[in-house]
């Protein structure tokens, strides 16, 4: 038997892009078979931040956090398992971060001013992890294409991606060796949503579970579309820059993940 997550999910409630209110995933995903998701809504980088940015840092956590609270309450009422995540962007990228609570929000008032390496640190120390999400996606607020060291794995299977995305998220997670990861980035539920997620033989009894499988390189499955992350890569629509992890430009040509002989190797 197989014990299945969703690790991406946003709410109505605390992410201005999310359309189903957090109550509204439980039925959703128990009727599909998972046994816990993670909610994790846009945090202070994005402009889907939720709380009101010049209220006192306490109001913009409960705020943050409402979406997490609706859903978990609904969830130990089913007896459906609900995990705490946060979605941080920073210019052209975004992590997912997990190990982090509420608490630990309200003791950081500092967040905001926080770049990669500062999250990274920070999260390290209390033994989380981070995660690149989506790192090819193509969008409008996505200007250029930006790769960094200072995460613990790469989300390479994506529901929100196009698959093109997933074939060069893929061969980037496996050029450098970051353990791969799957989420639906759910945003609105429907009946013909594609779920994404982690398969595990025991079920989470909290999140440290799923974070010590990333950072310990434990094996754990993957649910996405049949051949996701295969095919030939496409011309990138955005410029790319690799930094690393003091958040300098590094040389770097995103050619080492294309087949030999593929067009952009010419």
Not at 100 to 126: C, F, M, Q, S, T
Not at 132 to 147: E, M, Q, S
Not at 190 to 209: K, N, Q, T
Request: proline share 8%; aromatic share 12%; net charge negative.
């Amino acid at each position: 038997m197989k014990y299945v997550y969703e690790t991406h999910l946003h709410t109505d409630e605390s992410s201005a892009c999310g359309k189903t209110p957090a109550r509204e995933y439980i039925p959703f995903y128990i009727d599909r078979g998972y046994d816990g998701i993670v909610v994790t809504d846009h945090f202070t980088g994005n402009t889907s931040y939720v709380p009101n940015r010049s209220a006192p840092w306490k109001d913009q956590v409960d705020a943050y956090c409402r979406g997490w609270e609706e859903a978990k309450d609904e969830g130990e009422r089913r007896g459906f398992k609900v995990f705490f995540g946060i979605e941080q962007q920073f210019a052209n990228d975004e992590c997912l971060v997990y190990g982090p609570d509420k608490n630990w929000l309200l003791a950081h008032p500092d967040i905001p001013d926080w770049g990669r390496r500062k999250w990274l640190d920070e999260v390290e120390k209390i033994g989380g992890c981070v995660v690149l999400a989506h790192p090819f996606r193509v969008r409008d607020y996505v200007r250029k294409i930006t790769l960094h060291p200072c995460v613990h794995a790469v989300e390479a299977f994506n529901a929100g991606n196009r698959p093109v995305d997933d074939v060069y998220a893929l061969a980037y997670a496996r050029h450098f060796g970051y353990p791969i990861t799957a989420g639906s980035d759910m945003h609105f539920a429907r009946p013909d949503s594609e779920l994404y997620g982690v398969e595990f033989d025991e079920p989470w009894e909290d999140l440290g579970a799923y974070i010590r499988a990333i950072r310990e390189g434990l094996p754990f499955g993957l649910k996405a579309a049949p051949g996701r992350g295969q095919g030939e890569p496409l011309p990138l629509e955005r410029p790319y820059e690799m930094l690393n992890r003091e958040e300098q430009p590094v040389p770097w040509n995103v050619s080492e993940l294309l087949p030999s002989g593929s067009e952009q190797n010419k």
